[in-house]
């Protein structure tokens, strides 16, 4: 199965944006891209997911490098309340099986 | 909309005894996951249900746990015997049938596992 490869922690001053990166070197076709994120003492939430092009939605932007190996998750401007452990996913185009989490990036705001 | 409800909430237990965690996902959600997360570490899938029949289970330690889901609804895993290594966090989450790249899965707050 395809793995993801994200930094461990990222640190981000409040109302600055923040990038999060994520290689899947090994993605294939058939894979999307699935964020999710989990704040202290809950279970995961999801954020965004995309496959080819770039996507927003309210809560972030997800940016996929043209040859899909690697993608960002944009928080616009990071509030107090984004600090958590955010999980890049790969998930099968066609049968959505297999959906495994890696150890995330730890990301804390500084006021 | 009610979300996904799991029970217990905390569980704290010797090492040998047996445990069972229940959940109960959202209305109409007819894929259900267990995952186990241990301190430090993202969640692991345990099992993964499609109504009543699994669709994943090469994670599951077959020997010491065991999760069915009768009738396609609630589910409960079971641990026995437990060992100190399986304290942690077990999260249920739920998600409609799988549609093609999307289908979301909500999850719960989790059963946190002590094993002394």
């Known amino acids: 199965d395809a793995k993801t490869t994200q930094p461990n922690s990222m640190e981000s001053n409040e109302e600055e944006p923040v990038h999060l990166p994520c290689n899947h070197s090994t993605i294939s076709g058939t894979d999307y891209i699935h964020w999710y994120r989990q704040l202290p003492s809950q279970g995961p939430e999801y954020v965004i997911h995309g496959l080819t092009s770039n996507v927003n939605n309210r809560m972030a932007s997800l940016a996929i490098a043209e040859d899909r190996k690697s993608s960002t998750l944009i928080l616009h401007r990071a509030t107090l309340r984004d600090a958590a452990v955010y999980y890049c996913?790969?998930?099968?185009?066609?049968?959505?099986?297999?959906?495994?989490f890696g150890t995330g990036t730890s990301l804390t705001v500084i006021p | 909309e009610a979300g996904v409800a799991q029970s217990p909430r905390y569980k704290i237990i010797e090492k040998r005894q047996s445990v069972a965690f229940w959940c109960n996902p959202i209305?109409?959600?007819?894929?259900l996951y267990w995952y186990q997360q241990i301190l430090g570490q993202g969640p692991k899938l345990l099992i993964q249900?499609?109504?009543?029949?699994?669709?994943?289970d090469s994670q599951l330690p077959k020997d010491r746990f065991s999760a069915e889901r009768l009738k396609g609804v609630d589910s409960t895993l079971k641990i026995q015997p437990a060992k100190l290594e399986d304290s942690a966090v077990y999260l249920c989450?739920?998600?409609?049938?799988?549609?093609?790249?999307?289908?979301?899965?909500?999850f719960g707050e989790g059963s946190r596992l002590t094993v002394l």
């Open positions: 209305s109409g959600h007819a894929t």
């Open positions: 249900f499609q109504n009543n029949g699994v669709v994943d």
């Open positions: 989450a739920s998600s409609f049938p799988y549609l093609r790249g999307g289908g979301e899965l909500f």
């Open positions: 996913i790969l998930r099968d185009l066609n049968t959505g099986n297999q959906f495994y």
